[in-house]
């Protein structure tokens, strides 16, 4: 799956091997074999949990580092709500994040927050067409297999169109 990290691992798993056998042939006289193999197996078990920990908890975590990037804004006909469609692309230290496109429904004077969408989230980079029908319902065009999708935000009702290729 991750091919690049195939040749670190094998040599961190031939370095860790290797020091687990000198660590044996040190304490071999002093210890006894029960304490060896003990001690042995203590370290193998943290070693592959902190590596574990490592790669699972920071390497191939997609939340450590997003950003949002407006598509589109669209002010409500009253100018009481804005509809703004993002994407949202994240980045981790080993693998590519899938980018997720969002809608959020705003207060005129309230600025996109950093995360997800409140409305609405489509995988990938689907195009999302916005469309005021009135001051309090939007129609939301969309392409993309569905992640989140609201029917109510505030006072607005939300009505969505699913298109074919855009």
Known sequence: MYTELAAPTC????????????????????????????LAALLTVGCFTATGGLFFGLLRNCSLSCRNK????????NGRWKAV????????IVRDCPQVSHVSILSASEELPGGDGNVF?????????LQWKSANVLIVQYYGVVLRLQ???????????????M
């Open 11 to 38: 040599g961190l798993v031939i370095a860790a091997v290797l020091a687990l056998g000198l660590i044996a042939f040190i304490n071999r006289r002093h210890r006894g074999t029960g304490a060896i193999i003990r």
């Open 151 to 165: 029917k109510r935000v505030h006072d607005v009702r939300v009505d969505y169109l699913p298109v074919g290729f």
């Open 85 to 92: 469609s993002f994407s949202r692309k994240c980045v981790a």
């Open 121 to 129: 989230s489509v995988a990938g980079k689907g195009e999302i067409i």
């Open 70 to 77: 407006t598509v589109a804004e669209l002010r409500s006909p």
